[in-house]
């Protein structure tokens, strides 16, 4: 008994202080939250895109602005609305509760990025301003990092010119992004798309040229059918068009005009990309294609149009056919809207088209 006693107090010495770090231990390392108010300092956080609660947990955990993830998981799984937290830069406090942290990131007042749209059918030199204007960047400077190929990341298949291949799309940019990062973006989200879309990189510039196109002639009601006319008319080489596009939007991209209707003095004045004089596609796209525009190029529906023309610019009512004859009926339908619509007319075709 003497022995066992010994034996059982040698054990307690050894064993009573483990315990009491391990209660110690287990105190220390109780999920805790900051208390309400955050009282710390303004902090930025950026949000990638398509990150999970989790992620955002551990990126808050980093700067400090809540206590642990684990915190943050717990109040995102709660708030009924936190699966509309947005991808961004965010100014933030230190030390906020997680409950506060989600609600803050809700919250459109605490982002601290710059929202920038870029519409389809946008030229490169829109693009340019749009970004020199949102993010406060000399105009210049802009356009120096759009004529930097490899630093924007333009593929080879543009040879050069990045026109067309900037996404519309809307964009959130960190403060202090550069005009190179932006536009390298841009192009990276063209990339992805085309890549999506399983189109083949060699017919990466096609697809865009001829969407671009659609993008600029027609409201998307109609993009399947000029895609059809397109592909008429460029196969139409011993036809009435002789594989002539004869498209207003390409003669007007080559006078540097952004919309409108061109002249006859205009529609015969010879520049790259009037498709009533050259045959074929011109050199580039002539704006920024929307993905139904390029989904429109890749399956046009069956048909045998040849002409088209738009007979109510309210409206957008275009018409298609594949006789001439017809054609020329529906250019009078056009004439007689005109006569009706004088006051009120800005753009439209010719009657040429």
């Known amino acids: 008994m003497i022995v066992s006693v010994a034996v059982l ?15 110690r231990s287990s105190t220390t390392t109780t999920i805790t939250d900051y208390e309400p108010g955050g009282t710390g ?24 602005v809540i206590h642990t993830p684990a915190t943050f998981a717990t109040a995102f799984a709660e708030n009924e609305r936190s699966s509309r937290i947005q991808p961004g830069t965010y100014k933030l406090r230190t030390k906020m509760s997680a409950a506060e942290a989600v609600n803050a990131l809700l919250d459109p007042v605490n982002r601290a990025d710059a929202a920038l749209t870029i519409p389809e059918g946008f030229h490169a030199d829109q693009v340019y301003e749009r970004v020199a204007k949102q993010l406060d960047i000399p105009l210049d400077e802009v356009k120096a990092a759009g004529a930097d190929s490899e630093a924007i990341g333009l593929p080879g298949e543009a040879k050069g010119n990045p026109e067309g291949w900037f996404a519309a799309q809307t964009y959130s940019f960190a403060p202090g992004t550069s005009a190179t990062e932006a536009l390298k973006q841009m192009v990276a989200r063209t990339v992805t798309m085309l890549e999506g879309l399983k189109i083949p990189k060699d017919q990466w510039q096609e697809a865009l040229t001829k ?42 991209y080559g006078l540097g005009k952004r919309g ?44 045998d149009w040849i002409y088209f023309v ?41 009657d040429d088209e």
């Open 9 to 23: 107090a040698v054990a307690a010495w050894f064993v009573t202080p483990i315990v009491r770090d391990l209660l």
């Open 310 to 350: 738009t007979v109510d610019l309210n409206s957008g009512e275009t018409l298609f056919t594949g006789d001439y004859e017809e054609h020329k009926r529906n250019i009078q339908k056009l004439r007689d809207w005109r006569d009706a619509n004088r006051d009120q007319e800005t753009s439209g075709p010719t």
């Open 260 to 303: 409108g209707v061109p002249t006859r003095d205009e529609v015969r004045k010879d520049t790259p990309y009037n498709t009533y004089i050259h045959a074929g596609l011109p050199p580039t796209p002539i704006g920024a294609p929307s993905k139904a525009a390029i989904e429109a190029v890749l399956n046009p529906p069956t048909g």
């Open 41 to 64: 300092e303004d902090v930025t956080v950026t949000i990638p895109e398509g990150a999970t609660g989790g992620q955002m947990g551990q990126i808050l955990k980093d700067a400090d």
């Open 211 to 252: 969407a671009s196109i659609v993008e600029r002639e027609v409201p998307p009601s109609y993009y399947g059918e000029v895609a059809r006319v397109i592909e008429n008319r460029l196969a139409d080489t011993g036809g009435p068009t002789l594989g002539r596009l004869q498209m207003d939007s390409t003669v007007l």
